[in-house]
């Protein structure tokens, strides 16, 4: 299966976010390849979960099915260093689409994310987000789940000397 997304770094959570349906998700990282591969196990409120991604950017491969609880009990003590617990907003937008609004906890505690699946790259490409949800991160590998669960919240870039100075 394809998945089309784009990613995007809030500034702060919206006004009145905790009015829309939310998840706590738990998610740690089995295999992380720096090509852009990762086996995960995710447990998203009672439903527990793994996932197999391929790709990094707009349009990824993506695989994921339900495991047993206690299956997922014994993966997980194997992420130990490569986990991300979050709350998952689910806001609706314009044309059917929702934002899924994540607030990290724990070591990621502060950063706001929202993902917003697309049903084909041209919608996604087309998109023009609303100004609230910040700074398009998609494909900014410093902002992957995988990469914040291994490497915590990326530091802003060093701003570039003028030229000529």
Known sequence: MKEVERKFVL???PPGLEQYPSKALAQGYLAIDPAGSE??????????????KIGIGLVRGEEEFAIERDRFERLWAMTAGRRVVKRRYFVPLDGGLTAEIDLYEGDLAG????EIEFPDEATALAYVPPPWLGTDVTGDVRYANRTLATDGIPTPAAPRAARGS
């Open 111 to 114: 950063l706001v994310t929202a």
């Open 11 to 13: 500034d702060a959570p």
């Open 39 to 52: 086996v995960r196990v995710r447990r998203k409120d009672d439903e527990t979960l793994m996932t197999v």
